[in-house]
């Protein structure tokens, strides 16, 4: 019997993007074409009762994040569960700690149980989503936008909202702006430290490379840069933070220091968490995010070879 991993072979291609092609979906033309070739050679043809038959068997979604300490990922949580619980879907949230083995062992589980879907966050730019594709899962990635494979995707606007954030820090005055940003190797980071650049760029600014910090997206992370940004020959006078709990880390360095610099962060901050005098905030909807991500994989449920969608959501600015 012919199978689609021997299509694959035939193709030059993973079985994940034979599954595509043959339910429909976007795929490059030229793997379309290899796809439908290889698959006419060796005679195959789709088992649609066993396609129907996965397609019910569970009513189980997973939700893969990398930090359920981190309110915007628990706001995330209830947005998905606010849109499936409703339609008969069990959420069952799996923490990966931004640990790429942990969240490989979870997307494991997701497919030794049969899931109906996954909605996950990647730890990494190299999650390896293929053994979930392979199994025609429904799969939607948030925060982070997988170039890779072809998934719907709900992310934030990072790089143009934190560019209005530093400009806005820029048009009050300040001249020296720090940017603490998250691991070198996420996109998210990435971003939000392509839009610190932009801002300056946009109002004629040299872009102060040297005030750019790399750090993680926890508290700690927050904590200790914004020490080395006090160590630093010249200080700066502003901080654009990228995320709310490296925040949280650099409020606490300064009460530590005694002196206060005027920041912009970008997510909200965590319930009772001290704020300086000079803060703009702009509040990423965690839970729209959530929603959203939760409608496109019911939208995937009812039907499969609907195009893929990429989301992209606004973050307000409060001030």
Not at 23 to 34: C, D, H
Not at 193 to 217: K, M, N, T
Not at 270 to 292: F, K, Q, S, W, Y
């Amino acid at each position: 019997m012919v199978t689609i991993h021997d299509v694959a072979r035939l193709a030059s291609v993973s079985p994940a993007t034979v599954s595509r092609v043959l339910s429909g979906k976007t795929v490059n033309a030229t793997l379309t074409e290899q796809v439908r070739v290889a698959a006419e050679q060796l005679g195959y043809r789709p088992n649609r009762r066993a396609q129907s038959l996965r397609s019910k068997r569970s009513k189980l979604v997973g939700l893969i994040i990398p930090d359920i300490e981190n309110p915007f990922f628990t706001a995330i949580a209830r947005g998905v569960e606010d849109a499936l619980e409703p339609e008969g879907y069990s959420v069952v949230l799996c923490n990966s700690d931004s640990d790429t083995a942990k969240e490989t062992r979870y997307i494991g589980v997701a497919v030794s149980e049969a899931m109906a879907g996954v909605v996950i966050a990647p730890a990494s730019a190299g999650t390896d989503l293929e053994p979930l594709l392979d199994r025609n899962s429904a799969v939607v990635v948030i925060d982070r936008d997988p170039l890779t494979v072809a998934t719907d995707v709900v992310v934030l606007a990072d790089r143009e909202s934190s560019s209005e954030l530093v400009g806005e820090l820029l048009s009050r005055g300040y001249e020296r702006i720090a940017c603490i940003t998250g691991p070198g190797d996420v996109e998210t980071s990435i971003r939000r430290s392509e839009g610190w650049r932009d801002a300056h760029r946009e109002q004629g600014r040299p872009v102060p490379e040297e005030l750019l910090i790399f750090s993680d997206y926890r508290f700690s992370g927050g904590r200790e840069a914004m020490n080395r940004l006090y160590a630093a020959s010249t200080p700066p006078d502003a901080i654009f933070i990228a995320n709310n709990l490296m925040a949280v880390g650099a409020i606490e360095a300064m009460r530590e220091h005694a002196t206060e610099r005027a920041l912009a962060v970008f997510g909200a901050l965590p319930r009772g968490a001290e704020r300086p005098r000079e803060c703009l905030i702009a509040d990423a909807p965690g839970r729209e995010l959530g929603r959203v991500a939760a409608r496109r994989l019911l939208e995937r449920f009812a039907d499969a070879s609907t195009p893929v969608h990429r989301d992209v959501l606004p973050v307000p600015l409060l001030g």
